[in-house]
Every structure is written in C-alpha cells, then in structure tokens.
C-alpha cells in the first residue's frame, strides 16, 4: 500500500473498504462528498484510477484540502518518485520545527539527560537524525522526525 494511501486510512479508516476493494465500489452512498472524493484520490493512488483535481476542490472539506494536497506530495515524491526534485518542506504549525534547544528539551520530557551542548555534539557525530532545514546556519528538525528518533532510542 502506498504511503499517501496509508496516511489518508489513517485519518479515515471508514474508507478502507472502499479502497481496499479491488474493483471499482458500485455504491458509494453511505459515503459524503467528501468521504468520496478521498475515497478516490486513494484509489488513484493504489490503482491509477482516474481522478479529477476539481473533486478537491467541489467536494473536499476545505480544512482537508491542504491535507489532500500533501499526499499529492507524497504519493509523486515518495511512492512513485516520479517528482525529482526534494519534496517540499511544509510546516502546519510552527511550533513543530525544532531548533537544538527544542531537541534538549523533548529528549528531556522523555526521561533522557540532554542540553543544547549535548544535542550539538550528538549532531556532529552523527548520532542524531539529519536536520530537517538549515535556518541561519542553525539546524531545525520536524518534531515529527524527533518523536521518532526518541521512540528508537528507548527499544
């Protein structure tokens, strides 16, 4: 299954059926505009189905759009790396990019020992994550990638 697929299951599992189903579902009823029109964005996705961009426009929930719009980014950077460029770096919410002390902290919250000194040293060795972005010379990281990161280093 493709990662853009599994993202979209994720938020709305009710429409696993639906995508999962080989052939194209012959009654869709129980499913909103909205629910439809994702529906098919994921069959796009898994079985090159054809999909109209308008429906994103026509029927998504505009609060899903940007959502949408982002597994467009994943499914053509990620699952089929048709795009050959670097994806995209989009930041919802600013508080999810991390600088070092951001880093510290969050590692801390989880029980570890660290301060903006260790983070830096760790960067330079290597034993962290690849900074997300370099912003004034200094690194920042997707608190995403850092969650992650921390849930490997407790296994």
């Known amino acids: 299954m493709k990662n853009a697929t599994k993202e979209i299951l994720a938020k709305c599992p009710n429409l696993a059926s639906y995508v ?4 194209v579902p012959s009654d869709w009823t ?3 505009e909205h629910e439809q029109a994702l529906t098919a964005l994921a069959r796009f996705f898994e079985y090159e189905e054809t999909f109209d961009l308008n429906r994103l426009f026509k029927e998504v929930d505009p ?3 940007p959502f949408a ?3 467009l980014l994943t499914y053509f950077h990620d699952d089929t790396y048709l795009a050959n460029t670097q994806k995209p ?6 508080s999810d990019l991390l600088s070092q002390q951001n880093f510290a902290e969050l590692m801390n919250e989880y029980g570890h020992n660290m301060d903006v000194k260790k983070i830096h040293m760790y960067r330079k060795r290597g034993k962290l994550p690849k900074e997300t972005a370099m912003i004034g010379g200094k690194p920042y990281w997707i608190k995403e990638d850092v969650q992650h990161y921390i849930q ?4």
């Open 30 to 32: 129980p499913l909103n």
């Open 63 to 65: 609060d899903w759009i």
């Open 89 to 94: 770096l989009i930041i919802n919410n600013p």
């Open 152 to 155: 490997s280093e407790r296994k």
């Open 69 to 71: 719009l982002e597994r």
């Open 20 to 23: 999962n189903a080989k052939d």
